[in-house]
């Protein structure tokens, strides 16, 4: 016997409302946050792929960002100008040149991500404790089922 939801359409499309609003409120919140930083935001999107992932070549970070190669090149040439990033040749094969996350591009992602978690963190105190737990394991289950699809 299968315990699933059997949701209607008006929750499933004010859910889908909510998401895409919280989704444009933090995106916001983070570009405000962004701009005590001598940085764009392509340029963090880019800085946070490489923080998550580790080295990637171009090629990977362009598929993940949804940009052309030239785009990401660009991008990538103004980020090691200011030292966010460095090209290196992969140990394996030396035709590969990897993205390197450079210690200013990690201190930036890392000072920027503490700031948008406290702002959630601030929004949290008007929730109880057990909404903050059931809010997180939603949220967790949800982009489970979405990664698998």
Same mark, same amino acid.
């Given at each position: %016997?299968?315990?699933?939801? @059997?949701?209607?359409?008006?929750? #499933?499309?004010?859910? /889908? +409302?909510?998401?895409?609003? *919280?989704?444009?409120?933090?995106k916001q919140k ?34 993940? %960002?949804?940009?052309?190669? @030239?785009?990401?090149?660009?991008? #990538?040439?103004?980020? /090691? +100008?200011?030292?966010?990033? *460095? ?23 890392e000072e920027v ?37």
């Open positions: %016997m299968t315990n699933h939801a @059997s949701v209607n359409e008006q929750t #499933v499309a004010d859910l /889908e +409302k909510a998401l895409r609003h *919280i989704s444009a409120i933090i983070g570009r405000e946050i962004l701009s005590d930083y001598a940085i764009t935001p392509p340029q963090f999107i880019a800085l946070q792929w490489l923080w998550e992932n580790g080295d990637l070549t171009i090629g990977e970070l362009s598929n993940k %960002m949804y940009l052309a190669c @030239s785009t990401t090149t660009d991008l #990538v040439d103004r980020m /090691e +100008k200011n030292q966010l990033v *460095i090209r290196v040749k992969d140990p394996k094969d030396r035709r590969v040149v990897r993205i390197h996350l450079l210690e200013e591009g990690e201190r930036i992602i991500i503490h700031k948008r978690q406290n702002y959630l963190k601030d929004i949290l105190v008007h929730f109880k404790e057990d909404e903050v737990i059931l809010l997180e394991k939603s949220l967790i289950k949800l982009q489970q089922e979405m990664r698998e699809e």
